[in-house]
């Protein structure tokens, strides 16, 4: 059963900075392409940040220079370290498995002074 757990979001000002985690189980994770999407209201889902199996990144250019993905095969998890983070950043924060078309429950972050 493929399930991928969020955690690390929060309340956090202007400026500031974050780390959300996915640990990820059911899946092979060491293959498989990753992402983190947004979600903020009344908007529509965006792609935040990729990564496949062996390394390779993508971002937003909104989140260019500020965000990092990165993962630990060894832990089947992702990671999205988020700095510098702007009131435009708030959004439920989701996981994705681009092979297994799966996504996480999300994970709130609010960025407000």
């Known amino acids: 059963q493929v399930q991928l757990v969020e955690s690390g979001g929060g309340l956090v000002q202007p400026g500031g900075s974050l780390r959300l985690s996915c640990a990820a189980s059911g899946i092979l994770f060491s293959i498989n392409h990753m992402g983190w999407y947004r979600q903020a209201p009344g908007k529509q889902r965006e792609l935040v940040a990729a990564i496949t199996g062996g390394g390779v990144t993508n971002y937003a250019d909104s989140v260019k220079g500020r965000f990092t993905i990165s993962r630990d095969n060894a832990k089947n998890t992702v990671y999205l370290q988020m700095n510098s983070l702007k009131p435009e950043d708030t959004a439920v924060y989701l996981c994705?498995?681009?092979?297994?078309?799966?996504w996480g429950q999300g994970t709130q972050v609010t960025v407000s002074s």
């Open positions: 994705y498995s681009f092979i297994y078309d799966y």
